[in-house]
């Protein structure tokens, strides 16, 4: 009866972790900032939410859970339909002639800067508030756990 409860459970798993579109290994392990001194934004697979959340490094130590941008993290994590990059695309002004004032995410400067609009087309990295931009891509807004 054991061997055939330990079967099941492995099967259970791996129906889990298909659903779930998740690569196992990597993507499971926690957080880890490891224990250096430095702050090198980098991006980690959150677990409990099911998507890619970026956090500041310190250079040394950690885990595999660690990649340098969020397009790599959700290539590792996600299934391909379930990927959705924004934090690391070019700004894109778009097509049409009015000036809305935005926010767009630069991952070389780890900073949020201004962006204006055009009204359509353009793409996903694009915020209301430099606020809400630094928490969807910043590792310099994550709660410390």
């Not at 290994?25 to 980690?44: E, L």
């Not at 790599?72 to 004032?101: D, F, H, M, W, Y």
């Amino acid at each position: 009866m054991r061997p055939q409860a330990f079967i099941g459970a492995f099967v259970f798993t791996l129906v889990l972790r298909q659903a779930a579109g998740i690569k196992w290994s990597r993507c499971f392990r926690p957080k880890a900032v490891g224990n250096c001194q430095n702050k090198v934004p980098v991006w980690y697979y959150d677990f409990w939410s099911f998507r890619c959340k970026g956090f500041l490094y310190s250079g040394c130590g950690g885990n595999s859970n660690r990649f340098p941008t969020e397009e790599e993290c959700q290539k590792s994590c996600l299934r391909k339909s379930k990927r959705k990059e924004v934090c690391s695309l070019k700004p894109n002004t778009g097509k049409c002639k009015a000036a809305i004032p935005l926010w767009y995410y630069d991952p070389e400067l780890d900073e949020c800067r201004g962006l204006i609009y055009g009204g359509c087309k353009g793409n996903a990295n694009r915020f209301e508030t430099c606020l809400k931009c630094m928490k969807r891509c910043s590792g310099k807004f994550l709660f410390s756990a």
